[in-house]
Nanobody, 123 residues
Framework: QVVLVESGGGSVQAGGSLRLSCAAS????????MGWFRQAPGKEREGVAT???????NYADSVKGRFTISQDNAKNTLQLQMNSLKPEDTAIYYC?????????????????WGQGTQVTVSS
């Protein structure tokens, strides 16, 4: 059973930073690739960043250069460092895991999901 629990969301002004964390059940990172997704009101869920078991990463164009995904295998945590935040980054952010589609930014290819954490960026 894979359990994912996000934390670290909140409210920040444009230009600010937030760091999201996702606690995963033990062993998750050994066999599954991880990703961060987000969903804004009235919009479809979109991929933000992914990380392979090898450590290689992939980012959506909209966040390249501003967001950094990383994982701590010893602590079983996934992080998303978000800098230079913009109002359009406002959304519920989810961490997710996939067994077969590493680096995919397509939400339908992910099997396991956390409950989400709200990020609000004001102008």
């Amino acid at each position: 059973q894979v359990v994912l629990v996000e934390s670290g969301g909140g409210s920040v002004q444009a230009g600010g930073s937030l760091r999201l964390s996702c606690a995963a059940s033990v062993g998750t990172f050994r066999s599954l690739c991880m990703g961060w997704f987000r969903q804004a009101p009235g919009k479809e869920r979109e991929g933000v960043a992914t990380i392979h078991t090898t450590g290689s990463t992939n980012y959506a164009d909209s966040v390249k250069g501003r967001f950094t995904i990383s994982q701590d295998n010893a602590k079983n945590t996934l992080q998303l460092q978000m800098n230079s935040l913009k109002p359009e980054d406002t959304a519920i952010y989810y961490c997710a895991a996939t067994r077969y589609y590493c680096h995919s930014l397509v939400s339908g290819r992910y099997n396991y999901w956390g409950q989400g954490t709200q990020v609000t960026v004001s102008s």
